[in-house]
């Protein structure tokens, strides 16, 4: 990966749809999500092979993952595997990270450890609200970030509200509780050497976030999932000053495109000086990216 040839890592996009054409959502959770999202004329999902040529063209890397939220919504995921050797056919434009469902127990923990080993993944991605967990669950969770850890990688959180399930009688069965930023409070504690990436403006925490990030040194914020027209104004705030160097840019493609992200973000009142960083360069180092 040449950073030089990039304009911006984004930090957070989806792998929807298998080789197999297998989803990895059931179809009234998908629609929600399209729903709110307002994404119009989706009439299919981007395999793999199309999301790297998608970044390629636009002389962008993107960080791409699956969520395994098996044992809540009985459907399996896009396999991490598949992702991984994605992104190993295309090492110039795609930055493989898992997902791995908390209740797998030891056999996700030492999957952990095998996708990292053999699959070259760079970080895990948790959806605490889909997955039915908190994050600071000890008996759940912990051993899974003993070994994310210990290997250099990254813990990505979704944070907040979210539009899978959104409109759906009672959501779907997702709980929001599940995603309040506080609890990775408590997993920043308790894994001091762990890097953490809190995804999306958490409303409706987004001053918990903000204040986790300033505190625990590891915890960094990304800004997927929301157009920047739409910001809080102290997010925008905290970009520019206190954690200019942990903000980084996500789009939550492809549901939300890194065209329209990029496009309102050019009108947000951030600094000349600070752009480059939460467009790659503070990705870059996270991501130990050289």
């Known amino acids: 990966m040449d950073l030089s040839e990039l304009t911006a890592i984004d930090v957070h996009t989806h792998a929807e749809v298998s080789s197999g054409g297998h989803a990895s959502l059931a179809e009234d959770l998908d629609a929600a999500s399209t729903a709110y999202f ?19 063209e636009r002389k962008m890397a993107a960080v791409v993952f699956t969520v395994d939220a098996e ?10 595997e598949e992702v991984a050797e994605a992104a190993a056919a295309h090492p110039d434009v795609l930055i493989p990270f898992a997902s791995l469902d908390p209740f797998r127990g030891r056999a996700g923990v030492r999957q952990a450890r095998r996708l990292v080993a053999e699959y070259g993944v760079k970080g895990f991605k948790f959806h605490p609200s889909i997955q039915g ?15 994310i850890e210990e290997t250099g990688c990254v813990a990505l959180f979704h944070t907040g509200q979210t539009g899978i399930g959104a409109g759906v009688p009672g ?32 409303f409706p925490w987004q001053d918990e976030a903000l204040a986790v990030a300033t505190h625990k040194p590891g915890v960094h914020i990304d800004l997927s999932g929301w157009s920047p027209k739409y910001f809080p104004p102290q997010l925008v705030h905290y970009a520019n000053t206190l954690l200019k160097d942990k903000v980084l840019f996500g789009s939550d ?3 939300l495109t890194p065209d329209r992200w990029l496009a309102d ?23 130990g990216l050289g």
């Open 133 to 147: 967990f908190f994050p600071n669950d000890r008996a759940l969770a912990y051993e899974l970030y003993e070994v």
């Open 253 to 255: 493609f492809p549901v």
């Open 71 to 80: 044992s809540a919504t009985g459907t399996p995921p896009v396999p991490n």
């Open 171 to 202: 959501g779907g069965g997702i709980r929001l509780k599940y995603s309040n930023p506080m609890h990775v409070d408590d997993v920043a504690a308790d894994f001091p050497h762990l890097k953490i990436i809190l995804a999306h403006p958490s």
């Open 38 to 56: 307002k994404v119009e004329g989706r009439t299919r999902k981007p395999t793999l092979e199309e999301m790297a040529a998608y970044y390629r």
């Open 265 to 287: 973000f050019e009108r947000l009142a951030i600094k000349d000086e600070v752009r480059p960083k939460i467009l790659k360069e503070n990705a870059a180092r996270l991501l």
